[in-house]
């Protein structure tokens, strides 16, 4: 008796497609291509000629962070560019708290079944979300394992790499007592959050709301390196410290930056509550304390800002279409966040 030939494309994975989309996303990636880029994706690895000459000082910062249970929406609804997005912004303004500019981003998608078009919609988004930072997509890893994922499932992490100048380092060190804190608007949700949204929404409301929750996390990448080189070409200090408000919100993210001897005060009612968020706590029935702890409640990034500079870092911010508004105060303490 013959035996029946097993092959890998029969076991569920397809080398063939996977190298045609391989050459698809290069001619897309492409556009992103920084000066420095020697070789991006296609090689075993992604060369970037680093321009040591251009710093004093360099320090390369790395970040590595995906997207979370937000897919399942993407996938529910079968829309797919925006969470690409969400998996660039992620990752740089996250390395953007410590005054870097990102450099170049890799991305890992994991799935059960190499969908050519999904694919390809997910890339377009991690290349349009590179560009708005400004940096190079390098290179990535695309994995079709049947075994591990259902045929429409996919998940996704990103790396990022940038640098920043070893003095200008954004820490908790020039915070001082009476400095401001300046909120500047998230898109909606971002990306945290949806293991609570997809508790307290049915699938009919999850598709009804899919404009609104898979609105793509706002990247403050270009607003805040213009504010921070204006302030070191002209010896000023406009912002002191930088807080990303994703999971863990405004309890867990800004009391990173708070010095040991003294509390961040948000005023609540400094800045207007997307109506999503209500919508969240009505249907959660859950307490403000909680929803500060899970949501960003309509403001992605915290900037603490010295009193004089504040002018000038929203009129940056303003001209760049991203409302920004003083929510709080810096005043002597214990390293607590305090939100009223």
Same mark, same amino acid.
């Given at each position: 008796m013959k035996r029946r030939s097993i092959t890998y494309k029969k076991s569920g994975v397809d080398i063939k497609s996977a190298e045609d989309l391989v050459n698809d996303i290069k001619e897309i990636a492409n556009t992103t291509k920084r000066p420095e880029v020697i070789r991006g994706i296609g090689g075993f690895g992604g060369l970037f000629k680093f321009?040591?000459?251009?710093?004093?000082?360099? $320090?390369?910062?790395?970040?590595?962070?995906?997207?979370?249970t937000k897919l399942k929406i993407?996938?529910? +609804?079968d829309r797919h560019d925006t969470v690409g997005i969400d998996l660039v912004a992620m990752n740089v303004n996250d390395i953007l708290c410590c005054g870097a500019e990102p450099l170049f981003f890799l991305d890992y998608i994991g799935c059960g079944k190499l969908q050519s078009k999904t694919l390809k919609s997910l890339i377009r988004g991690i290349v349009d979300g590179c560009r708005q930072a400004g940096c190079t997509l390098i290179g990535g890893e695309t994995a079709e394992m049947p075994g591990m994922y259902q045929k429409n499932d996919y998940d996704l992490a990103g790396f990022c790499v940038g640098v $920043?100048?070893?003095?200008?380092?954004?820490?908790?060190?020039?915070i001082k007592v009476k400095d401001l804190v +300046?909120?500047?608007a998230s898109n909606g949700l971002h990306s945290n959050g949806f293991s609570l949204v997809r508790k307290v929404f049915s699938k009919r409301e999850l598709i009804l709301n899919e404009k609104e929750l898979l609105k793509p996390t706002r990247i403050y990448v270009k607003p805040i390196l213009e504010a921070l080189l204006r302030q070191h070409s002209k010896g000023e200090k406009i912002i002191k410290a930088l807080a990303h408000i994703t999971g863990g919100a405004f309890y867990n993210k800004i009391k990173r930056i708070i010095p040991a001897d003294m509390d961040i005060v948000i005023n609540k009612n400094s800045w207007p509550v997307p109506a999503i968020f209500r919508l969240i706590q009505n249907k959660a029935n859950i307490q403000d304390r909680q929803m500060y702890m899970t949501f960003n409640m309509g403001i992605g990034m915290v900037?603490?800002?010295?009193?004089?500079s504040v002018n000038k870092i929203l009129e940056i911010f303003n001209d760049y279409g991203i409302k920004a508004m003083v929510i709080g105060q810096v005043v002597n303490g214990k390293g607590e966040v305090i939100i009223r």
């Open positions: 321009e040591k000459d251009k710093y004093r000082e360099p $320090v390369l910062v790395s970040s590595s962070d995906g997207v979370g993407a996938i529910l +609804v $920043v100048e070893k003095d200008r380092i954004l820490d908790a060190k020039d +300046v909120g500047l900037a603490v800002v010295e009193p004089l």
